[in-house]
Structure formats: structure tokens, C-alpha cells
Nanobody
Framework: QVQLVESGGGMVQAGGSLRLSCAAS????????LGWIRQAPGKEREFVAA????????YYADSVNGRFTISRDNAKNTAYLQMNSLKPEDTAVYYC?????????????????WGQGTLVTVSS
């Protein structure tokens, strides 16, 4: 099983950019689909983006499509979330997730592995 550690969160003004990283331990990283989900204060968790094992297929929530880009580097055991044109409503704790099932990652359904989260704050 892999373990995930997120980094790269912080405070940014609206319209700015951040890149989140998700570093994984374990030799089986390349066999896991990866995702990012977020949870804003007082709100339910929300799917953000997912990427298949090879990186050939990605999927985004409508709210971030065209602004965020998910990617992975299997040689470095790391996933990324490039966030551009940030809005105050993007403020949340962002979690990296991993599961051998891409479906589970997209649906946030019984996902096997979660990171500890990193806070992103977007000021207006």
C-alpha cells in the first residue's frame, strides 16, 4: 500500500496560481489511480480531478475544468495539481487520494489511500 503526503498549499490572491504535490511512498505507486478532492469549511467533500495509472486519461469536476490540471510522474512517485485562475470558492483543504480502481477515485467511493491534506486559501 502507498502512503501519500501533500504539499504546496498556501494563501494566494484571486486569479493566482498554486501547484500542489502529492508524494507517495511504496513501490506500487504506478499501479494506483490518483485523485484530488477538497473540502471547504462547513461543506461536503468534493471531487476535483482524477488520473489513470498511465496518465493518459484525466477527468475534472465542472467547477475546475479548464483551470486545474492533474498530472503524475511515476518515476518520481509524485502527483500534481496545477491550479490556475484561482477563485475564493476554491478555498478548501485539498486531499490526494489513491486506489487501484479509477472508478472509486472518481466517485470517492471506498478510496483506499488518503493523504493528510493541505490548505489552500484564496483571497478576494
Amino acid at each position: 500500500q502507498v502512503q501519500l503526503v501533500e504539499s504546496g498549499g498556501g494563501m494566494v490572491q484571486a486569479g493566482g496560481s498554486l501547484r500542489l504535490s502529492c508524494a507517495a511512498s511504496g513501490r506500487t505507486f504506478s499501479s494506483y489511480a490518483l485523485g484530488w478532492i477538497r473540502q471547504a469549511p462547513g461543506k461536503e467533500r468534493e471531487f476535483v480531478a482524477a488520473i489513470r495509472v498511465t496518465g493518459a486519461t484525466t477527468y475534472y469536476a465542472d467547477s475546475v475544468n479548464g483551470r486545474f490540471t492533474i498530472s503524475r510522474d511515476n518515476a518520481k512517485n509524485t502527483a500534481y495539481l496545477q491550479m490556475n485562475s484561482l477563485k475564493p470558492e476554491d478555498t478548501a483543504v485539498y486531499y490526494c487520494t489513491a486506489d487501484k480502481s479509477y472508478f472509486k477515485v472518481v466517485r470517492i467511493l471506498g478510496v483506499e489511500v488518503w493523504g493528510q491534506g493541505t490548505l489552500v486559501t484564496v483571497s478576494s
